[in-house]
Nanobody, 116 residues
Framework: QVQLVESGGGLVQAGGSLRLSCAASGSRFIINAMGWYRQAPGKQRELVAIIITTGGSTNYADSVKGRFTISRDNAKNTVYLQMNSLKPEDTAVYYC?????????WGQGTQVTVSS
């Protein structure tokens, strides 16, 4: 069993920045990739960014390219999402995801609200 602990969500004005973090913990687990998804009211959950544990390859949603940066600390099984130049359309619940060989784990979600 893997537990994901998130932090960093909050309320910011448009143009501001936030840094989300998510740490995976447990016993005897391997994480192949970690990423962030988000879900806005009335919208389906979408992938924001993902990073592969081995090699560090990344992928981003087109809507956040150039503004968000995903990074990781493999020793701590922790992933970060640096969010700059935030827009009201970024308002959503952000969920951390960890991909293990046979199962995916999810964080509890953290609210990010960007005011106009």
């Amino acid at each position: 069993q893997v537990q994901l602990v998130e932090s960093g969500g909050g309320l910011v004005q448009a143009g501001g920045s936030l840094r989300l973090s998510c740490a995976a913990s447990g016993s005897r687990f391997i994480i192949n990739a970690m990423g962030w998804y988000r879900q806005a009211p009335g919208k389906q959950r979408e992938l924001v960014a993902i990073i592969i544990t081995t090699g560090g390859s990344t992928n981003y949603a087109d809507s956040v390219k150039g503004r968000f940066t995903i990074s990781r600390d493999n020793a701590k099984n922790t992933v970060y999402l640096q969010m700059n130049s935030l827009k009201p359309e970024d308002t959503a619940v952000y969920y951390c995801n960890a991909q293990a060989p046979r199962v995916a784990y999810w964080g509890q979600g953290t609210q990010v609200t960007v005011s106009s």
